[in-house]
């Protein structure tokens, strides 16, 4: 995997929050810890386009016909 150098600009106090991440021993660099932050974002933004593909799913499966209590046992038999 390629690398590319990046220039960033913080606050003082972000990069006091940075220091300390790095002195509690949670991370070695300033790298590290921004590349965490990046992977932690890429999968929040994951799960999120996730969510949304199964709530447009679900809304555009239409209405049931079913009652709520013959959902919720489909729903108990599928988890079991």
Do not use: P
């Not at 600009?9 to 660099?29: E, L, M």
């Not at 992977?39 to 199964?54: S, V």
């Amino acid at each position: 995997m390629g690398t590319t150098r990046k220039t960033i600009t913080v606050t003082d106090q972000q990069n006091a929050w940075i220091k300390s991440r790095i002195a509690s021993g949670d991370y070695t660099n300033d790298s590290e810890f921004l590349r965490d932050l990046l992977r932690k974002d890429q999968e929040r933004a994951e799960k999120i386009a996730n969510m949304q593909k199964l709530v447009t799913e679900g809304l555009e499966s239409g209405i049931s016909e079913l009652s709520v209590d013959e959902i919720w046992e489909q729903a108990r038999t599928r988890t079991q």
